[in-house]
């Protein structure tokens, strides 16, 4: 078998993300459910852009942030999810493709705009979201090109796909044509909230096609509707190749059969945590790909979301390669 | 006479900054010339867009950005500028009245883009601006509201509005329009090419038709083309009734008549130096509008200015009124 062009594709919701500095009281007077995301209509996302303070615009998305990660790492990345050729949706392509990633995904020429993702800050670091998912309802199997899945070591699907019905067959499609070609696929649960969207589905998707899992403490508590992180991966353990399992200021856990990991967190400076899990992801893959083992690949996790939550923006804002390096050597 | 509706109307190119992080290799090879603002055509930015790296978008402008920090410190703005009915557009539209600004020029409905600035910043913290005006170029006296600059205190224009030939009789007509009305007419200088570009129109503007000027030291020097900042300060004294005078890490002199105060800068840990003359405008003709004298003016200046570099982007990042509350006590 010659080396596969890419270490990672992933799929994914490819959004813009509109992020503001706001107060908790602001939260409290829109019903909005803090660290969570909530999917909202055109209407409700106008509105509460009316009522959001100044924004900046950066591109997001959960899987597009950690293919982002990886890139910057020096991974080789792909990426599909659909944006509208308008400019959020150019902006988008811009900033992937810009990072070397291979993004060919055809635009929507019509219908509803690039997504957006309205994303609160508050003054603790946590991020509170309200996605419209726009185009990206318009993302389905044809996207889902053959051959740059074959040629990935592993295909990396966001949860959140779950959401827009056709995503989804596209979500299927991908991981069946993955372990056609022997290739792992790795599913993010994204959100608590997704989860119960989603929970038998996942379920399933967890005990017989999932490789790779990553999860925070949350959404594997509400994955297995256990009320603490030993039981949840007591349940994990067996049915995946491998879990990563998030748990923001204490670190990670990893397991693997009967090889389980404990990482320390690494130190942050927390101004906005957008992204964090999308880094540790991203980061671990990375790892992963290389051939490192899984404690080192956790760390690069790690380190990845620690840089990622020490800005406003879920992605990275210098070249992570050094960053890494260093923090390693 | 009746209280003003408005302590400023700014009037300037309305811009959506594309900021990205950049090595100053980046710099060299595409022979951008550190610092300054270069005009540009679309080919030109789409050309240099493909070559940047991943970027953030944010509202911009140079009065606009001055007409945001003002209204983050409390004070009644409104602000004249043109952008097109787009996606672009609409964010700026956003961020400048969601301070509390009165926006009110009429979206351009065709023709080119929104005008967008793709800014370089370098790990020094310098950027380097290049400009396609896009829709700005459509501003012109009909978008001059005689009802907004008779009703406001000051009006202030930025010297980048001398590129664009319609914006340019805008600006003559609203500085008359403000004098006609007994308003106090403010220019900044926007940028030392800017100024060899129009250096005559310049002049004569300082001369007979500015009461409050705006300039860094390099501005000022290109003004008078002269070699050092105490001559350049010799020669603009008592030709506007205030000249306000920045020297970036050296703070600030303000010249008024016989009244001359040198004034400390505050403390600042520069990330990103874009919009530092603007939040220093703003901050200063905020002062001065509430009626605060020169140097307590020229100090809340200096603190706008330091929020702003502190962070990637020219606007504040959080509510100015507590801050400089708290830098005054």
Redesign the interface.
Known sequence: MTEPRFDVVGIGNAIVD?LA?TEDDFLASHDLNKGTMTLIDADTAGKL??D????????GGSAANSI?CLASLGGKGAFIGKVRD???GE?FR???Q??GVAFDTPFAKDGV?TARCLIFVTPDAQRTMQTFLGACVELGPDDVDEGVIADAQVTYLEGYLWDPPKAKEAFVKAAKLAHDADRQVSLSLSDPFCVGRHRAEFLDLVNDHVDILFANEEEILSLYEVDDFDAAMQKVRGHCKIAALTRGPKGSVVISGDEVHVIDPEPATPVDTTGAGDGYAGGFLYGLTQGFDLAKSARIGGIVASQVIG???A?P??PLKNIVEKALS
């Open positions: 509109v500095q852009y009316d959001m303070g100044p924004a900046i615009e950066c591109s982002a308008d400019q959020l902006a811009h900033d992937i810009t990072l705009s800005h406003v923006g992605r804002d210098i």
